[in-house]
């Protein structure tokens, strides 16, 4: 497709399970980036990736969560023994070097 | 380190003019953003404004930017329903890799 895709788009899990979610960035983006929206909140900063550099880790909140990009291309957000304050809409966003931000619709996470 | 502030809610009727406010603390920002994002999507880039600019006009939309004062609007003209949405501000610095999002602006347009 032409945008950025994210999937699922919703997820229900239970308290202390992992969670993987997806992220297709647009076709020829090498940077791509990972925030978390929690309700009401503005977008909190989680990961970047950048072509084959070491990506930048700064915003990830606890060692439960981390991240992969594999090939350049997608990229996977796990979060392992997932808390009540880990629901949240996690929203992906891939960009060339430099230029604006496309993000995807996010995963609604909901974690009971 | 560096913030971003909004206000939280605007309300403006059908053909007003809207104008949403941000201020940013860094002084170093390259580049600033709005972004509009409708119930259940991501976030949609409007427009953005060189740090070295003071005004830029795209069709409905005028972006102001006072760098002494670290203050960005949007003003959008001739506001419609469509228009109604969470407007976020977003600054940018040449080897800061992250945007810095505010916490947006609900805007509300009545009939």
């Known amino acids: 497709g032409a945008g950025v895709s994210q999937s699922p788009s919703n997820k229900v899990t239970e308290k202390g399970k992992d969670v993987e979610l997806r992220c297709d960035p647009i076709?020829?983006?090498?940077?791509l980036y990972w925030y978390r929206q929690s309700l009401g909140q503005g977008l909190e900063f989680l990961i970047y990736?950048?072509?084959?550099?070491?990506?930048?880790k700064s915003g990830l909140p606890s060692d439960r969560f981390s991240a992969e990009r594999t090939g350049g291309s997608v990229s996977t957000l796990t979060i392992q023994r997932t808390q009540q304050e880990d629901s949240a809409v996690y929203l992906c966003?891939?960009?060339?070097?430099?230029?604006?931000?496309?993000f995807g619709n996010g995963t609604r996470l909901t974690v009971t | 380190g560096e913030d971003v502030e909004q206000s939280l809610f605007l309300s403006v009727r059908e053909g007003d003019s809207s104008v949403i406010n941000c201020t940013y603390t860094?002084?170093?920002?390259?580049?600033l953003y709005w972004y509009k994002q409708e119930p259940g999507a991501g976030l949609q880039l409007l427009t953005y404004?060189?740090?070295?600019?003071d005004m830029k006009q795209d069709q409905r939309l005028t972006v102001l930017l006072n760098k002494k004062d670290k203050h960005l609007s949007l003003r959008i003209a001739d506001t419609q329903t469509g228009d109604s949405a969470i407007y976020f501000c977003?600054?940018?610095?040449?080897?800061?890799?992250?945007?810095?999002f505010g916490s947006g602006t609900r805007l509300q347009v009545q009939p």
């Open positions: 966003a891939s960009s060339l070097v430099g230029a604006a931000l496309h």
């Open positions: 076709s020829g983006h090498t940077a």
């Open positions: 990736f950048q072509g084959n550099s070491a990506p930048d």
């Open positions: 860094d002084s170093s920002s390259t580049y």
């Open positions: 404004i060189f740090s070295n600019m």
């Open positions: 977003a600054e940018s610095e040449t080897g800061r890799r992250a945007l810095t």
